[in-house]
T-cell receptor, first 110, second 109 residues
């Protein structure tokens, strides 16, 4: 079963603009992670935010977590064409398992 | 450093044939290991996970099985493939975060 649901399903922006993706989940979590997948490739871990954290930064990435609303957002600032990929949130809910959402397809036009 | 190897990268198999996908991890001991499947244009579905040698947990009923004969080896198998087994299969291990292999694209024809 899928725990997280990303919104929007697809996003198309111009290079230099910011991209925001949202993720909602259903159960209590230990942490929430964001991954990136280039077309037909494996997943790359971007950032992990623990349940007691509210915001985290890594380079051009900013992740927020609202455990009261069971939601998270991923912001990519000053997007580049190379950011074109699918982005997935995944929740770690204390059970040695990572459950993924359905993903957001981001297209950055140059 | 830790690395994860998954092969083959692509595979085309006829319906009814057997399957064996192998995943090995280097640079760590007693990792948690996972097999995920991704259908075209969809998210990842957890198939199996293992917390140790011979310990396999299945997440969904299906035509596939998994084994962990060695600490750093995780194998996904099927005795007879179905068309619905087509997909992108990813192996992963977890520590602080999860590290994924490069995936195997399986097409059952």
């Amino acid at each position: 079963s899928q725990q997280g649901e990303e919104d929007p399903q697809a996003l198309s922006i111009q290079e230099g603009e910011n991209a925001t993706m949202n993720c909602s989940y259903k159960t209590s979590i230990n942490n929430l992670q964001w991954y990136r997948q280039n077309s037909g490739r494996g997943l790359v871990h971007l950032i992990l935010i623990r349940s007691n954290e509210r915001e985290k930064h890594s380079g051009r990435l900013r992740v927020t977590l609202d455990t009261s609303k069971k939601s998270s957002s991923l912001l990519i600032t000053a997007s580049r064409a190379a950011d074109t990929a699918s982005y997935f949130c995944a929740t770690d809910a204390y059970g040695n398992k990572l459950v993924f959402g359905s993903g957001t397809i981001l297209r950055v036009k140059s | 450093s830790q690395t994860i190897h998954q092969w083959p990268a692509t595979l085309v198999q006829p319906v009814g044939s057997p399957l064996s996908l192998e995943c090995t991890v280097e640079g760590t001991s007693n990792p948690n290991l996972y097999w995920y499947r991704q259908a075209a244009g969809r998210g990842l579905q957890l198939l199996f996970y293992s917390v140790g040698i011979g310990q396999i947990s299945s997440e969904v009923p299906q035509n596939l099985s998994a084994s962990r004969p060695q600490d750093r080896q995780f194998i996904l198998s099927s005795k007879k493939l179905l068309l619905s087994d087509s997909g992108f299969y990813l192996c992963a291990w977890s520590d602080y975060g999860y590290t994924f292999g490069s995936g195997t694209r399986l097409t059952v024809v």
